[in-house]
């Protein structure tokens, strides 16, 4: 979909590293009929997948905790977060196959049959970054390895097992914070016959 009140003029590269920081500048029309260029900074993010794996013989659900710099940089916690399997979708990989990747890596579970639940925006007042979200229902012989993530990657990755009633006092209370995880977790509540609960 397009819109007649907006155009790109201008697009200015500021920064390119992991991300890229790139400069917008357009010509808009609001919603009174007033125009204006204006300019907005925009971090350009390549798509990624999550999977909320649930361990069936466990009755729980397979969660990451690792170390976000941004998180830490905030300077109010440890900078470890609970969160579901993610990662950036590589070239030429659908967003499933970068999901079942990313189970296998992160946790260990060779997830096969994936239950979509959306793709959203991380953050829409600036990044580009859209999020395939996915479950998945597993049980103990999909555990093929330790997980942990990637050494070659650097990372640490702890597993942490919730029932969603654990799962989900800890979204009340703050400790999980991760937006795309704790829609994950809504859906599940509001979706628990999928998951036989």
């Not at 890596?105 to 979200?133: D, K, R």
């Not at 993530?149 to 990755?157: Q, R, S």
């Not at 006092?169 to 999928?194: C, F, H, P, Y």
Request: with cysteine.
């Amino acid at each position: 979909m397009t819109t007649d009140r907006a155009r790109i003029l201008q697009k200015n590269v500021l920064f390119e590293g992991w991300s890229r920081i790139v400069e917008y500048v357009f010509h808009y029309r609001d919603s009174k009929g007033r125009e204006s260029d204006r300019s907005w900074e925009v971090c350009e993010r390549p798509e990624a997948a999550t999977v909320l794996v649930y361990d069936h013989d466990l009755g729980r659900f397979v969660l990451v905790r690792q170390f976000r710099v941004p998180v830490f940089a905030l300077g109010n916690c440890d900078g470890f977060l609970l969160e579901a399997a993610a990662g950036l979708i590589d070239d030429g990989e659908t967003p499933r196959e970068a999901a079942i990747r990313e189970a296998r890596e992160e946790t260990g579970y060779a997830v096969g049959e994936l239950i979509p639940i959306s793709a959203m925006i991380s953050a829409p007042g600036i990044l580009t970054e859209v999020v395939h979200c996915f479950a998945a229902i597993a049980d103990g012989s999909m555990r093929v390895e330790d997980g942990g993530g990637l050494a070659d990657e650097h990372e640490d990755i702890e597993i942490v097992t919730l029932t969603l009633d654990e799962a989900m006092a800890m979204v009340a209370s703050g400790e999980i914070s991760d937006a795309k995880t704790i829609i994950m977790l809504q859906w599940a509540a509001m979706n628990r016959s999928v998951f036989g609960l």
